[in-house]
C-alpha cells in the first residue's frame, strides 16, 4: 500500500517536473518549436497569402517558406523556429516582423531567447496576433 501510495503521489511529480517550460532548465529533447502569429483584417477574419519578412536588430532575414503551420491554421506565420537557437546566445534578442499584402501593413517587435544549453528558442514577448491595416 506505501509503494502503491508513493507511486500515485511521486510519479505525476516527476512527469509534471520533466514538462517545465523554463528556459533556465536544461531539458533537450526532439521537440522542435514553432512560434506563430496570426494576421487578421480590421473584421477579425484571419489573412492568408501575406508576404512575411522576419529580422532581427542587424538585419539578417530569416526564411521560414520552407516550414509550413498546419493547413488548418487559416492566417498564421512563422515569427521564429528552434532551427536559430545559436542566434540567441547571449539573451533576449529583438525580431522584427512585418507583413504586406495588397497595399496593407502589419508589423509587430518581438523578443527571443534560448536556454542555457542551445535546445530551444523561448518567446519572451510579442502579440499572437496582428491586425492588417
Not at 500500500?1 to 511529480?13: A, D, E, H, N, S
Not at 532548465?25 to 521537440?31: G, K, P, Q, Y
Not at 477579425?44 to 493547413?71: C, M, Q, W
Amino acid at each position: 500500500m506505501k509503494f502503491f501510495f508513493l507511486t500515485i503521489v511521486i510519479f505525476p511529480l516527476i512527469l509534471w517536473r520533466q514538462c517545465s517550460d523554463d528556459p533556465d532548465d536544461c531539458l533537450c529533447t526532439e521537440e522542435f518549436r514553432m512560434y506563430l502569429v496570426t494576421i487578421v483584417d480590421t473584421l477579425g477574419n484571419p489573412v492568408d497569402s501575406v508576404h512575411a519578412l522576419i529580422t532581427n536588430e542587424l538585419g539578417k532575414e530569416y526564411d521560414f517558406r520552407v516550414y509550413s503551420p498546419p493547413p488548418f491554421m487559416h492566417g498564421a506565420y512563422i515569427v521564429m523556429t528552434d532551427g536559430y537557437e545559436k542566434d540567441f546566445l547571449t539573451g533576449p534578442k529583438k525580431i522584427f516582423f512585418v507583413g504586406n499584402k495588397d497595399n496593407k501593413e502589419t508589423s509587430a517587435e518581438f523578443l527571443f531567447r534560448t536556454d542555457k544549453c542551445l535546445c530551444h528558442v523561448y518567446k519572451n514577448s510579442g502579440p499572437d496576433t496582428l491586425i492588417i491595416k
